[in-house]
Each structure stands twice: as structure tokens, then as C-alpha cells.
């Protein structure tokens, strides 16, 4: 199904085809705006304490609560997953929130080194507007565990968010403001490739993180070793499920049906290879046939 044309983003909902949005790529004027809102956000941003940066996570998880099950219906309406599951999402990136809040700062507490005279330390100092690329089988999961950590440490997170969950795109920036994040320090643009390509090449970019395939990786590595900034890279995934002779079979199929589908199969860490011994291999797929039917 195709989720974006020439001129804009489409959310589609997957269940009944329907299109939920379209939304205008963003032109250069708009990313000029998200860039010096994120800079100047930023400026500000780094010079709050740890402290207040961890209240300003409590406020992010108690937001999320007060609209779970609206964050929850968006996601199912516009990717698909049972909306169990999308409940358990808003869930988990809630207590994500909360965890950082009570042990994030440790983390940035400066550590000594082995220098014999210990009088150098390690510090992690705020680095600048952090460009997330980011995709669509986890909404929210996917956005917040790297923005919770990444505004701790007093950076400033801009989202380009995949095109067909533009929605909630849109309903985790109201949330987050609501919250009381301040302008700048999150933001989200509905950029295209060239829209990509232009942020990552702008200089108030200070490092880029990307979660998608391999072949996107790899376009937005290049172009962001060319530009020598920071890259993270969460890439594709195909992970082998093994079932030993000595293996109990009903749990083993419980397991595999659950590693295959869940989240409708878009899991980067799913099952996707099946190395059965031989002789269970027979038995282990009858069962897990009939367990998926």
C-alpha cells in the first residue's frame, strides 16, 4: 500500500484501506522554522539542570497516561497492531519515562578516570539538535526511548516520523507540550528525502539516529559521515528461533506464534528464522500451524 506520493505523506488505515490523512511534505521554509525553533530551543534546553529535565520526564509519563487510551486508538487506526498491544505500548513508553526520571541521572554523574593523579573525569555534556528518524511499527515506543534519554542529557530532539503514522506524529508533540516541554526541545517536521537530506547537512544538526531498513540506513549513514556528524543505526533484523530435540513442544510453539506475529510481525527483533532439529521438525510444524490458523 502505498503511504506517501510526490507532495505528501498518507496515513491509511490498514484494516479498511480508508485514507485517514494527507499531509503536505514540508518545504525548505518549514524546515528552516523546526531547525532555529530546535536551536534555540536547545541553547535554552542546556542549561536547565538534571533535576528539572527529570521532572519534565515525570510530566511526559503523566501525560501519557492522561491520554492512553486516545494515544492507544491512534496507533491501532494507523498501523494496525491490536489495540492490546497499542494499550501496552502507551504503557511501557510511560514507565519509560518514569525510569529515567528516578535513574537517569546517575548516568550522567561525571565518572573519574584511571589517570594516576584522578584529577581527570569524564563528563557527558549536552550535545546539540539530535535529527531521529524514525519508523512506524512503534509509534511512540520507537520516538520516546531515544527522546527520553536524549533530552536528560539536555539535547533537543527533532522527529521525522514515518509517513503514514503522521497522526501520531502529531498527537505525541501535543502530548509532550502539554506536558510542559519546552518550545524547541521537541519537535517533529514531515520531511521527505530531500527534506532529510537537508536537515542532516544543516550545521545546527548535531548527530543523527536512525530506526529502519538497511538500505535507509545505509543512505543516511552516508550522508551523515559526509557532513562528519554522529550516527546511530538500528537496522532491519533477522533473528533465528531454535527448538532442540529435548524442547517442550506446546511451549515452543507458544513462544514461536508469539516471536512471528507479534505486533502483526513488524518487530525488529522477531522471529524470522525457524532452525528445527529433525526429529521434531514435523511435529513443530503441525503445531505451529495450527496454533497460527
Not at 491509511?12 to 522554522?33: F, K, S
Not at 487506526?77 to 513508553?93: F, L, N, Y
Not at 530506526?211 to 543505526?233: D, E, H, Y
Not at 533477522?238 to 502483526?264: H, M, W
Request: aromatic fraction near 6%; charge should be neutral; charged fraction near 15%.
Amino acid at each position: 500500500m502505498t503511504m506517501m506520493t510526490a507532495t505528501q505523506a498518507l496515513s491509511v488505515n490498514p484494516a479498511t484501506g480508508q485514507t485517514l490523512a494527507a499531509m503536505p511534505w514540508a518545504n525548505a521554509q518549514e524546515i528552516e522554522h523546526a531547525l532555529s525553533l530546535a536551536a534555540s530551543g536547545f541553547k535554552k534546553w542546556k542549561m536547565t539542570s538534571v533535576a528539572q529535565r527529570a521532572q519534565t520526564l515525570r510530566d511526559i509519563g503523566q501525560a501519557l497516561r492522561a491520554h492512553a487510551e486516545e494515544m492507544a486508538q491512534c496507533i491501532t487506526r494507523e498501523m494496525g497492531k491490536p489495540i492490546k498491544q497499542a494499550r501496552a505500548e502507551v504503557t511501557k513508553s510511560a514507565a519509560l519515562c518514569d525510569w529515567y526520571a528516578e535513574h537517569g541521572p546517575a548516568m550522567l554523574n561525571p565518572e573519574p578516570t584511571l589517570v594516576e593523579n584522578q584529577q581527570a573525569v569524564i563528563e557527558y555534556r549536552p550535545l546539540g539538535v539530535i535529527l531521529a528518524i524514525m519508523p512506524w511499527n512503534f509509534p511512540l515506543w520507537q520516538v520516546l526511548r531515544g527522546a527520553v534519554p536524549i533530552l536528560l542529557a539536555g539535547n533537543s530532539y527533532l522527529l521525522k516520523h514515518a509517513p503514514n503514522v503522521t497522526g501520531c506524529a502529531q498527537m505525541i508533540a501535543r502530548i509532550l507540550a502539554e506536558a510542559g516541554t519546552p518550545a524547541g526541545v521537541y519537535g517533529w517536521v514531515n520531511a521527505n528525502n530531500e527534506g532529510v537530506s537537508q536537515m542532516i547537512n544543516d550545521p545546527r544538526i548535531a548527530a543523527v539516529t536512525v530506526t529502519g531498513s538497511v538500505r535507509a540506513g545505509a543512505a543516511i549513514g552516508a550522508q551523515a559521515g559526509a557532513a562528519l556528524k554522529k550516527c546511530v543505526l538500528e537496522l532491519g533484523g533477522s533473528d533465528p528461533f531454535i527448538v532442540l530435540n529435548d524442547a517442550d513442544l506446546e511451549l515452543a510453539v507458544k513462544a514461536a506464534v508469539a516471536g512471528r506475529y507479534q505486533n502483526t510481525g513488524q518487530v525488529c527483533a522477531a522471529a524470522k528464522r525457524f532452525i528445527v532439529e529433525e526429529g521434531i521438525a514435523q511435529a513443530f510444524t503441525d503445531r505451529f500451524v495450527a496454533a497460527a490458523a
